[in-house]
């Protein structure tokens, strides 16, 4: 640790195990949290079932929307690998932000890039045609993922897909299949199975757009 980050741990720090629910979904709260070692599972309950929306780890914070909106927890906070977590009251959160613009303008860059991928995420799942849906989320990941031998490595597993797509495994499987029969990806096999490589993006665009085409024109 830096001595910075020491001396801010000795103020605000404490140590979450694995499995810590650091708040629910609904709790009323006024903490916001910064992860200084760990991970951190934001997750939501739909009908029942839980579903990760996103894992945060070193340098992302949480909670800061309850301090904001006054708010309830907007989400559950489920540590997921032991965490050390800065706990932030919300004088000192207000102090933070009017004495360094600095954080402010971070924390209004994350706030704003969170948003977008809310909106990206809500015009992925009014596309109603399944195989569209998946392709489309691939081809999003695309622009953020790494170039490897072979094409475009993008890190995501058939469980992470599926909530991201609001679909169930079973059915992202089988468009992934059809992917790789089509040759338009492969499994990446260093990564146990939790990623994907893209052979050529524009060949995948070319097969969305081929999909459209389907679905607007029917089969002829
Ligand atoms: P809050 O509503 O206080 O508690 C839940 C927290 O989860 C919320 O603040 C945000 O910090 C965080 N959160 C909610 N939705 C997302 C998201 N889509 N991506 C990242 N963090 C989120």
Redesign the pocket.
């Known amino acids: 640790m830096s001595s910075d980050n020491e001396r801010l741990f000795e103020r605000f720090g404490r140590e979450f195990p694995a499995g810590t629910v650091v708040?629910r979904e609904g709790d009323v709260?006024n903490e916001m949290y910064v992860i200084q070692a760990g991970k951190v599972n934001?997750t939501k309950k739909s009908r029942d079932v839980e579903t990760v929306?996103?894992t945060?780890g070193l340098g992302a914070?949480?909670?800061?929307?309850?301090?904001i909106n006054q708010k309830p927890?907007?989400?559950s906070?489920v540590v997921l690998e032991d965490a050390r977590l800065l706990v932030i009251g919300p004088k000192t959160f207000e102090a933070m932000i009017r004495g360094n613009s600095e954080i402010a303008v971070r924390m209004i860059k994350i706030l704003a890039q969170?948003l977008q991928?809310?909106d990206e995420q809500i015009e992925n799942l009014l596309i109603k045609d399944h195989n569209s849906r998946v392709v489309h989320y691939l081809t999003h990941m695309a622009s953020r993922g790494k170039a490897v031998a072979g094409g475009i490595l993008v890190q995501v597993t058939q469980e992470d897909l599926a909530v991201k797509v609001g679909l169930k495994v079973h059915e992202v499987k089988e468009v992934l299949d059809k992917l790789l029969r089509a040759r338009l990806i492969r499994v990446d096999e260093g990564g146990g199975g939790g990623a994907l490589i893209i052979h050529e993006v524009n060949r995948l665009r070319e097969f969305l757009e081929f999909l459209e085409m389907k679905e607007k024109f029917g089969d002829i």
């Open positions: 708040f709260g934001i929306l996103v945060l914070f949480f909670g800061e929307m309850a301090i927890r907007s989400a906070a969170r991928e809310a």
